[in-house]
């Protein structure tokens, strides 16, 4: 029987942009291709666990918009399991990266992601679930931070083997991480 991993976190569509250089600020640089896909801490971390033969069950929150059904379609593509995705009525989170050779810059709209919500809900999921993986950006506003609380405090009623990722780059004012 295959282990069960439960991914707390953000699914975003990725817009990726490749430039030759970062143009400076009023002037004009071509992008050289632009690909969309699915990605975000928790739907990356599924992906990797597919190709492993693992299960994940997402716990996240998506938007009511085009970009909300891009990641449906993918999900079911990868036969990813999205019982614990939830549909808001906001955008779908966005991340905008735009790659040179030399460095990547990336503009993200957290949009549904901040808005995961009914934790009493996703207490099934965690029940579900051999491993819990709680991604950092799930800890950092708005209703998300208040869930992921809940689910991680249960998580750990239940003994559940918990995996926290605290790595946040570039999240927040100067000088704070």
């Given at each position: 029987?295959n282990p069960?991993?439960?991914?707390i976190g953000?699914?975003?569509?990725?817009?990726?942009?490749k430039?030759?250089y970062y143009?400076?600020?009023g002037?004009?640089?071509?992008?050289?291709?632009?690909?969309?896909?699915?990605?975000?801490?928790a739907?990356?971390v599924?992906?990797?666990l597919?190709y492993f033969?693992i299960?994940?069950?997402?716990?996240?929150?998506?938007?009511d918009d085009?970009?909300?059904e891009?990641?449906?379609?993918?999900?079911?593509?990868?036969?990813?399991p999205?019982?614990f995705?939830q549909?808001?009525?906001a955008?779908?989170?966005t991340?905008?990266?735009?790659n040179?050779p030399?460095?990547?810059?990336?503009?993200t709209?957290?949009?549904?992601?901040k808005e995961?919500?009914d934790?009493?809900?996703?207490?099934k999921?965690?029940?579900?679930?051999d491993v819990?993986?709680f991604s950092s950006y799930?800890?950092?506003e708005?209703e998300e931070k208040?869930?992921?609380?809940?689910?991680?405090r249960?998580a750990?009623?239940l003994?559940?083997?918990?995996?926290?990722?605290l790595?946040l780059?570039?999240i927040?004012?100067?000088g704070?991480?």
């Amino acid at each position: 029987m295959n282990p069960i991993v439960l991914l707390i976190g953000d699914v975003n569509v990725d817009v990726i942009q490749k430039l030759p250089y970062y143009p400076a600020e009023g002037e004009e640089s071509e992008i050289k291709s632009l690909v969309m896909r699915a990605g975000g801490t928790a739907l990356n971390v599924a992906k990797v666990l597919k190709y492993f033969k693992i299960t994940p069950l997402i716990v996240s929150a998506i938007g009511d918009d085009v970009f909300g059904e891009f990641i449906l379609k993918e999900c079911k593509k990868l036969n990813i399991p999205m019982t614990f995705i939830q549909r808001k009525l906001a955008r779908t989170g966005t991340v905008f990266s735009i790659n040179t050779p030399r460095d990547r810059t990336m503009f993200t709209l957290r949009g549904a992601n901040k808005e995961l919500s009914d934790f009493e809900e996703l207490y099934k999921a965690i029940d579900k679930s051999d491993v819990v993986y709680f991604s950092s950006y799930a800890f950092i506003e708005g209703e998300e931070k208040e869930t992921s609380t809940h689910l991680l405090r249960y998580a750990r009623t239940l003994e559940k083997f918990t995996v926290l990722s605290l790595a946040l780059l570039s999240i927040g004012r100067k000088g704070r991480a």
